[in-house]
């Protein structure tokens, strides 16, 4: 499953430096193993990143599919990164997602996520890119 958010988030606060990012799906596609259409049109998710340096964080949350049909929680393998990229406005960041359970159609999944994405700082703005690959039994 591939898909393409777009967000915002707060500037980051407290101690550690929290934020809660949330985003809708712009694009999605969702192919089974053989290659037939899964079904999935939209996803949105709300997240909860906690800072563990000036350029890394842990996060959680969940990734919510077609209005409710389906729900998958996620949280870091490790670390994620942010950081300056070419842009001068603009951070770069990436994250691997361990998908920790789910609900409604991806009841008892398993499997990763990868994310890229970029964000405007001054606006809290920011464009995602995501890869899945779901294990449901």
């Known amino acids: 499953m591939t898909t393409h958010f777009e967000g915002e988030a707060d500037t980051p606060s407290g101690e550690p430096p929290q934020t809660d990012p949330r985003a809708s799906s712009v694009s999605l596609e969702a192919v089974m193993a053989d290659g037939s259409e899964a079904g999935v049109e939209r996803a949105s998710y709300e997240n909860h990143a906690v800072f563990t340096s000036e350029s890394t964080f842990a996060e959680t949350g969940t990734i ?74």
Request: charged letters at 15%; proline letters at 5%; hydrophobic letters at 45%.
């Open 64 to 137: 919510s599919y077609d209005d409710g049909a389906g729900a998958l929680e996620i949280a870091t393998v490790s670390d994620g990164t942010l950081g300056p990229c070419a842009e001068p406005a603009v951070l770069h960041g990436a994250a691997v997602y361990r998908i920790t359970g789910g609900g409604g159609r991806f009841a008892q999944a398993t499997g990763l996520v990868t994310t890229n994405f970029l964000l405007w700082p001054a606006t809290g703005r920011f464009e995602e890119r995501q890869a899945a690959i779901v294990f449901v039994p």
